[in-house]
């Protein structure tokens, strides 16, 4: 097996482990009228798998994706709607980069829009991911931004304006019928004041930081074992 194959197994496996971790922590508040936030994304798969398992000892499950209802349906898993399942205990979801203060960027699946909604409407965030998507500062990762279709070209060139390289995810439309634009190699000090700069470009949907509301619970996959963590109560 070659070096890099290796490496992708172990990751998969690290990727299993917080999956794990993730039933362990909801699994003794699971009530026959409980509904969970579901995400979307190779780690949240591996959840929801898992999930299935449990699927007489809970209500049903909010999805942040057409694919990740599929999947859950799959489970035998009850598939509502946000609308009618008022807040939810938890949203599970995966991350492309979290900081040590749980800001995270997310949308590397194109589901940003429907996991922030789905996240907002959750009392607990719990972001399991391996331990590559640890960062001090986000932005290697590229940096999603669901827009309109027809506003795309300006938004483009209002995002050249602070810096960013945006470039068009082709082939590629949103559950919501839009599309992204992802930004390249940008660095991004301040998360929220960030997010909300973003958020102010007319023609954009939503972006892929996740600061205002970042997770409330990190599951770490690392070699030495899962690391649980809490967010610090002045980022509250
Ligand atoms: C999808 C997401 C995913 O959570 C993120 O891309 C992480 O994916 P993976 O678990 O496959 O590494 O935001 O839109």
């Known amino acids: 097996m070659s070096a890099r194959s290796n490496a992708a197994q172990r990751q998969n496996q690290l990727k299993q482990a917080v999956a794990d971790a993730a039933i362990d922590e909801i699994a003794p508040h699971l009530a026959a009228d409980t509904i969970i936030g579901v995400g ?6 591996l959840f929801i798998k898992a999930l299935g398992k449990l699927k007489d000892r809970f209500a049903a499950a909010v999805a942040s994706s057409d694919a990740s209802a599929e999947l859950l349906k799959a ?28 800001a995270m960027i997310k949308g590397g699946g194109a589901a940003l829009t429907r ?27 590229p940096l999603p931004v669901e827009v309109i279709p027809m506003a795309r070209s300006y938004v483009a060139r209002e995002l050249v304006k602070l810096g960013a390289n945006p ?21 991004i000090e301040d998360p929220v004041a960030m997010e909300d700069t973003l958020n102010g470009i007319t023609g954009v949907v939503c972006n892929g930081l996740f600061a205002h509301r970042g997770a409330d619970i990190l599951l770490l996959g690392r070699e030495d074992g899962v690391v649980r963590s809490e967010r610090r109560a002045s980022n509250a």
């Open 40 to 45: 979307t994304g190779s780690t949240a798969t």
């Open 167 to 187: 470039i068009y995810r082709e082939g590629v439309t949103t559950d919501n019928g839009n599309q992204i634009l992802d930004l390249y190699n940008f660095m």
């Open 75 to 102: 489970e035998g898993i009850d598939v509502v709607d946000l609308n009618s399942a008022g807040t939810l205990p938890f949203y599970v979801d995966g991350a492309d980069e979290i900081t040590p203060d749980f």
């Open 115 to 141: 996991e922030k909604i789905v996240a907002a409407g959750s009392t607990t965030f719990i972001c399991i991911a391996d331990g590559s998507k640890l960062v001090d500062t986000l932005g290697q990762f």
